[in-house]
């Protein structure tokens, strides 16, 4: 065995090269080495470059082992080498097993490093020779015997972990990084390798968050000492001056209006640096949906006054996308729906979607009882400033259900605006005009007009997917109805939460509660698509879509004046690809603004099937309502994008 682990020495000459003394007293080619980070001597190379020999396909065996090391590292090491991993892969020639055996002492070594362990020995041999002293037109047998041999060596502590020049204490919460001693980085912790890059980042990060953004790590001396098994870590940090945005410059546009763009950035000349405006800026960009490529460039070095230029780099999408999608359930059937979007209508992000929707086919296979949509939508971003969007949209619906038929226009025109990561809120005036057909009241016309007002509080981890985090939206709807001159009132909260649990947040635990009251006249002389009405897919499943109200004296459903809904669903990923999810959905609508509970309660309960995508979980569910009513389905079944809620 080829012993690579340097020779005891007095803690007062120990220093960077100390520690790296295991490796330069290995046998190994001398050709490059990297050491937290820093490239030490010879020219780089890529691990590729080490491998392209060309020859005939040499298979080969290898035996690894592990003196003195637990399962958890063995697994560790076998990861970091390439002979194991790729053991059921013949190597380009000899020379190729041989360069991927040289290549292995330096990522082993780097393993060692990163659990800590300054003091252990390598060795490979193939044949029964020392890989790191074979030329590399030696010869190996047809089926060549590898042996990997390592030895870890003890565990090293840091005996002194400390930061020069550390960044002062902030009270902006947006500038707080973590502790680098929290993070492992002090005396009686590990000395993993890993962090002291983790603490020089740390260190830098402070630095950059409070304006310095070109700090650096002036000095580090990381000294062993293999007679005590500890680590002595020093790092300096040099913070440079303080930095202030130069101009934006933007690189790469071809329809896209250079000026507009850098505006949007939010990056205004003279404002102090901060590396979260580069985030915050690309969200913002990202929004707009028209690049395929986007990033910021600094500039190398502070100009006069500290003005740091930047640069942002983009690369275009095409403008003009068409897409189709579906949805199905066992009880409202197929819909269909096909979209065509522009988006970039006059060189500022301007955006014109029109779109198409056909839904109940199955449920029947007559196209006048199909629900159609069709209309387009037109969004301006950056009105009066990067955050805040104009949008406005008109469409024809005629929608086909249990409790009417509605045949309507309506249009809508309002502002978007996003106040941070969490928080936004929407103010649209909408108008429609719309002719209702119902078992109950006949045909009706009704002319409404209202101001619509949403704030929306989002902290979940992932929309389609969460597993933490909360959302709470509130919605008000003041309108004035024109054929019966009757001013109402609609508002509308919901609030759901998440909380996973398990390795990865395997499990999850879901819940939402939602609750609506409407004042105004009666029933009769309200729209019924501004009632409540409860069930489907996105409410309480197991029932028809929209087919939970207030039944009539007369046997009719009818929409009602409040609603209360709550849904609970337990989630567990079995694979990396495939969920399970048990729910339980329950609803309520009364007749009156304030719900009494007199009104049924229905309740279904059900499982489902995820499998688990990038874009987002694809969703079998499969409901029973508890309570089942004439009329009702006896299962209902859903398929649909992303979670139930």
């Known amino acids: 065995m080829t012993d690579q682990s340097p020779p005891p020495r007095r803690w007062s000459r120990l220093c960077v090269a100390a520690l790296c003394a295991t490796f330069l007293a290995a046998p190994l080619p001398a050709h490059s080495f990297e050491l937290f980070g820093i490239h030490l001597f010879g020219k780089k190379k890529t691990e590729t470059e080490e491998d392209m020999t060309i020859g005939e396909p040499q298979p080969y065996e290898v035996d690894f082992s592990v003196a003195n090391g637990t399962d958890d590292l063995e697994d560790i090491l076998k990861g970091a080498s390439t002979l194991w991993s790729e053991r059921e892969e013949p190597a380009s020639g000899a020379a190729g097993l041989i360069a991927r055996a040289r290549s292995d002492y330096r990522r082993l070594l780097a393993a060692l490093y990163g659990e800590g362990r300054y003091g252990g020995t390598i060795s490979i041999r193939i044949d029964g020779r020392e890989a790191a002293d074979l030329p590399p037109d030696a010869t190996v047998a047809s089926t060549a015997q590898v042996a990997i041999r390592v030895d870890p060596g003890p565990e090293f502590q840091f005996r002194d972990a400390e930061i020069i020049n550390q960044a002062p204490f902030t009270t902006d919460k947006h500038d707080i990084v973590p502790d680098p001693a929290e993070e492992g980085f002090r005396a009686g912790e590990l000395a993993r390798s890993g962090t002291i890059l983790q603490a020089e980042r740390i260190a830098v990060e402070a630095w950059r968050q409070q304006g310095h953004a070109k700090a650096t790590i002036a000095d580090r001396r990381i000294v062993a000492a293999h007679e005590a098994d500890v680590v002595d870590a020093r790092l300096t940090v040099d913070p440079g001056p303080k930095a202030y945005y130069g101009p934006v410059m933007v690189q790469g546009t071809e329809r896209i209006d250079p000026e507009w763009l850098a505006w949007m950035t939010g990056i205004h000349e003279g404002q102090e640096y901060d590396p979260d405006d580069f985030k915050r800026a690309s969200t913002r960009i990202a ?222 635990l879901a819940g939402r509660v939602k609750v609506g009251s409407l004042v105004g006249p009666s029933v009769d002389q309200l729209p019924p698509d501004l009632l409540f009405f409860a069930g489907g897919g996105g409410s309480v499943r197991g029932y028809a879509y929209r087919n939970i109200g207030v039944t009539t004296p007369s046997g009719n459903v009818i929409g009602g004046r409040s609603l209360a809904e709550a849904s609970i669903e337990a989630r567990m990923r079995v694979t990396d690809t495939i969920g399970v999810v048990g729910f339980a959905d329950i609803g309520y609508v009364g007749a009156d603004t304030i719900p009494d509970f007199n009104e049924d309660v229905r309740i279904g309960v059900g499982a489902g099937l995820r499998y688990l995508t990038g874009l987002g979980p694809i969703r079998l569910d499969v409901a029973v309502p508890l309570d089942r009513r004439s009329g009702d389905p006896s299962v209902g079944v859903y398929v649909g994008i992303g979670q139930a809620f």
Not at 357 to 368: C, L, Q, R, S, Y
Not at 475 to 492: C, M, R
């Open 287 to 508: 929004r707009l949906d028209v690049f395929s490529a986007a990033r910021f460039h600094e500039a190398d070095e502070l100009g006069p006054g500290g003005l740091l230029p930047i640069t942002y780099i983009v690369q275009e999408r095409k403008a003009r996308r068409f897409g189709v999608g579906g949805t199905w359930s066992s009880i409202d059937g197929l819909g269909l729906e096909a979209f065509w979007l522009h988006r970039n209508l006059f060189g500022r992000a301007e955006r014109l979607r029109i779109e198409g929707k056909v839904a109940g086919i199955g449920e029947t296979f007559k196209p006048d009882e199909f629900t159609y949509r069709v209309g387009a939508t037109f969004v301006k971003p950056g009105v009066w400033t990067p955050d805040t969007d104009f949008s406005a949209s008109i469409f024809g619906d005629r929608e086909v259900l249990e409790a009417y038929t509605r045949t309507a226009i309506t249009g809508t025109a309002g502002f978007s605006h996003i106040f941070n990561d969490q928080l936004s809120g929407k103010l649209f005036a909408t108008a429609t005009q719309a002719r209702y057909e119902d078992d109950e009241f006949g045909r009706r016309d009704f002319t409404t007009f209202g101001l619509q007002g949403t704030l929306t509080y989002d902290s979940r981890d992932n929309a389609a997917d969460a597993t933490e985090g909360v959302f709470l939206e509130a919605n008000v709807l003041p309108f004035y109805e024109f054929q019966y001159g009757n001013p109402a009132i609609k508002a509308v909260a919901e609030a759901r939460a998440y909380y996973g649990f398990g390795k990865d947040d395997r499990f999850v």
